[in-house]
Structure formats: structure tokens, C-alpha cells
């Protein structure tokens, strides 16, 4: 069986920065989410749109400085690490922390990302055991 495709969004729909097929720039507020993805309605969403857990401000930022950052070939997406130091129950944050160490293609990438995974893995299980935002 195959996956349906996403419709195709009309301009209002673009999240900012992003480019329409027709090559303009999407400028101005972040749109709502097209009605296909109304459910998520209440959560917090990254610069793209997507749907994104609850998470403290300054961690959000730099979610959307990584995300913004990679896609442009930016050193502000360096600042994930940072931000997953700062609040290692941010599950995103320590998955992208992890993803940049390994970027690096250097030898000791696999060892410091490990550590950005394990947070990650203890961020999500506990997110899993107390899904209404508790504490453990």
C-alpha cells in the first residue's frame, strides 16, 4: 500500500522563508497549518510548521536556528548544542545536539553524540510515562 502524499499548499499556507514551487519567498507572520494538519492544532510548531512537543522558549529558538541554520549552511545551527546543555529534557534539542556531532565526520563525533542520546532516549521516556506533562 502506498503512503498518500500531502496535498499541495496554496501560497497563505507556506511556512516563512521557505521558496513556493514558483520560486518566490514566503515573507510575513507564520501561516496556521493547512487543514490536514489541523489535529496539532495545539501544539507549539518549529519555522517549518511542523508539530513539535512543548518546549521552553529558548529552547524552541534554537530548534528553529538549527533547523533555519542547516537547511542555509549557517553556524547558527551550533547553537543546539548549547540549548540541549541548557535543558536536557528537551528531546528535539538533544536529538539535533546528537545529529550535529555527527555531522562532523570526525573520529570522537560518535562518543560526544552519544551523550546528546541518551538525554534524548531519558527525554522521551519519560515524556512517554507522563504524556500530560508531569512530573515523573
Do not use: K
Not at 513539535?52 to 548544542?81: H, Q, T
Amino acid at each position: 500500500m502506498h503512503a498518500r502524499a500531502a496535498p499541495a499548499l496554496r501560497a497563505s499556507e507556506y511556512p516563512v522563508g521557505l521558496r513556493m514551487p514558483n520560486g518566490r519567498m514566503v515573507s510575513g507572520q507564520v501561516p496556521r497549518p493547512p487543514p490536514w494538519l489541523r489535529y496539532h492544532r495545539g501544539m507549539q510548531h518549529d519555522i517549518l510548521g511542523n508539530p513539535v512537543a512543548a518546549m521552553r522558549e529558548p529552547a524552541m529558538r534554537a530548534v528553529d536556528d538549527f533547523v533555519e541554520g542547516f537547511l542555509g549552511y549557517e553556524s547558527r545551527a551550533e547553537g543546539i548544542v548549547a540549548a540541549a546543555d541548557a535543558d536536557p529534557e528537551c528531546c528535539i534539542a538533544n536529538v539535533y545536539a546528537g545529529f550535529m556531532w555527527m555531522l562532523l565526520e570526525a573520529p570522537e563525533a560518535a562518543q560526544r553524540a552519544s551523550r546528546y542520546l541518551a538525554a534524548a532516549e531519558r527525554a522521551a521516556s519519560t515524556r512517554a510515562a507522563h504524556p500530560d506533562g508531569g512530573a515523573p
